[in-house]
């Protein structure tokens, strides 16, 4: 049962630079989303879908693109990396969007970006 | 606003203590959702525990409950006999009726003392 699958664990990036953080379920769920975490501030919304071919920005969606062509997958790309994206990236899915579904998360995605 | 408050960065508590974390939150929505994880050096996110806003009694689940206040708009996470592997960053957050979207708060860290 592989749950939230986040690909890949860690990434050094150079400015400037493009790169896809990619995201997979298993477990059939409608809702995925996107974070990042940064020390002090908790978890912050960067773009989520309610659905294949459905999606919509977060708290802080500028620099990123997502897309959702199937249920199982959630991409999320940097378009060019600046130092201010440093920072640890969550993939996040639930059964639904409302309601006591809670969200499982992936093991993270730890980028550094010089 | 902010929409989930975490007032407390750190709290020291003895083994086999109970221990409150606070969490405020801030909607007009009448349909809600509130969460609390918990979050180890390791990096992972665990869910713990929900609490709905039209559920009359507070929710527990084993060692944790939360105490929930409408009217004060609380949802404070209590931890009893407290063990070393609770240390570790708790994160509360909402989910709001109307909306499409989770908020977290800033986080707790919390050590045990043995």
């Known amino acids: 049962n592989a749950g939230v699958t986040q690909t890949p664990k860690f990434q050094v990036l150079k400015t400037g630079q493009s790169m896809t953080l990619q995201c997979a379920q298993d477990?059939?769920?409608?809702?995925m989303s996107w974070y990042r975490q940064d020390p002090g501030m908790g978890l912050r919304l960067i773009h989520y879908?309610?659905?294949?071919?459905?999606?919509d920005q977060g708290e802080v969606p500028n620099g990123y693109n997502v897309s959702r062509s199937t249920t199982e997958d959630f991409p999320l790309r940097l378009l060019s990396a600046a130092p201010s994206q440093t920072s640890v990236y969550f993939c996040?899915?639930?059964?639904?969007?409302?309601?006591?579904?809670?969200?499982?998360f992936g093991d993270g995605t730890r980028l550094s970006i010089l | 606003a902010q929409k989930i408050t975490q007032t407390q960065p750190g709290m020291f508590v003895q083994e086999k203590e109970a221990v409150t974390l606070d969490c405020t939150y801030d909607?007009?929505?009448?349909?809600?959702?509130l969460f609390w994880y918990k979050q180890p050096s390791s990096g992972e996110m665990i869910f713990l525990i929900y609490?709905?806003?039209?559920?009359?009694q507070n929710a527990t689940e084993g060692r944790y409950s939360l105490n929930f206040q409408k009217a004060r708009k609380s949802a404070n996470l209590v931890i009893s006999a407290s063990q070393l592997g609770d240390s570790a960053m708790y994160f509360c957050?909402?989910?709001?009726?109307?909306?499409?979207?989770?908020?977290f708060g800033t986080g707790t860290s919390l050590t045990v003392i043995p």
């Open positions: 996040a899915s639930s059964y639904s969007y409302y309601g006591s579904q809670p969200q499982h």
């Open positions: 477990m059939n769920h409608e809702y």
């Open positions: 879908s309610v659905g294949a071919g459905i999606t």
């Open positions: 909607t007009s929505d009448q349909s809600y959702g």
């Open positions: 609490q709905g806003s039209y559920d009359e």
């Open positions: 957050a909402m989910r709001e009726g109307q909306g499409n979207q989770f908020y």
